[in-house]
């Protein structure tokens, strides 16, 4: 960890030197016969602040998806678990429970790979069955279905 430290410090030093060094020759070339040279700093001090946004925000991206992406993989999940239960009722019926599941269970990893985001087979099951009991249990409230054959892929 020590080496990365320095080694971005180093990176990040490198630009300011160089660009204080290519300024030396032009301030010194206006009044080396005159008075003292005045010499401005402007132009480095920009580049260094402008050096540091960036590495902060670099910081921050890295931060933002070590810490921010994870939680937010669980509602994402249990959203697109939602979407994909209802998609496969409207499409296939009442019924065909195992094909229902499969076709769900199609959607959540093919919209997830669209997103680049990697999830456990496991927990991606445990959303699509949670949404289904949530549907089932819509269904029965609302007198669609009676609570007898509300049996689901195990």
Same mark, same amino acid.
């Given at each position: 960890?020590?080496?990365?430290?320095?080694?971005?410090?180093?990176?990040?030093?490198?630009?300011?030197?160089?660009?204080?060094?290519?300024?030396?020759?032009?301030?010194?070339?206006?009044?080396? *016969?005159?008075?003292? %040279?005045?010499?401005? +700093?402007?132009?480095? !001090?920009?580049?260094?602040?402008?050096? @540091?946004? =960036? &590495?902060?925000?670099?910081?921050?991206?890295?931060?933002?998806?070590?810490?921010?992406?994870?939680?937010?993989?669980?509602?994402?999940?249990?959203?697109?678990?939602?979407?994909?239960?209802?998609?496969?009722?409207?499409?296939?019926?009442?019924?065909?429970?195992?094909?229902?599941?499969?076709?769900? *269970?199609?959607?959540? %990893?093919?919209?997830? +790979?669209?997103?680049? !985001?990697?999830?456990?087979?496991?927990? @991606?099951? =445990? &959303?699509?069955?949670?949404?289904?009991?949530?549907?089932?249990?819509?269904?029965?409230?609302?007198?669609?279905?009676?609570?007898?054959?509300?049996?689901?892929?195990?």
């Amino acid at each position: 960890m020590k080496k990365w430290v320095s080694l971005i410090l180093l990176l990040l030093m490198m630009p300011l030197l160089l660009c204080g060094w290519a300024l030396v020759p032009g301030a010194m070339g206006e009044g080396m *016969a005159a008075a003292p %040279v005045a010499f401005d +700093a402007t132009p480095i !001090v920009a580049a260094g602040i402008v050096l @540091i946004g =960036a &590495a902060l925000g670099a910081v921050l991206l890295w931060l933002t998806y070590k810490y921010l992406v994870p939680l937010l993989k669980v509602p994402i999940l249990g959203t697109l678990a939602k979407w994909a239960v209802d998609f496969a009722e409207q499409q296939l019926g009442s019924g065909n429970g195992a094909v229902k599941f499969d076709m769900a *269970a199609e959607y959540v %990893v093919k919209v997830l +790979a669209g997103l680049h !985001v990697q999830v456990d087979p496991e927990q @991606i099951r =445990a &959303a699509i069955i949670s949404a289904w009991t949530a549907l089932n249990l819509g269904q029965i409230a609302a007198g669609i279905k009676n609570g007898v054959n509300t049996q689901l892929i195990e």
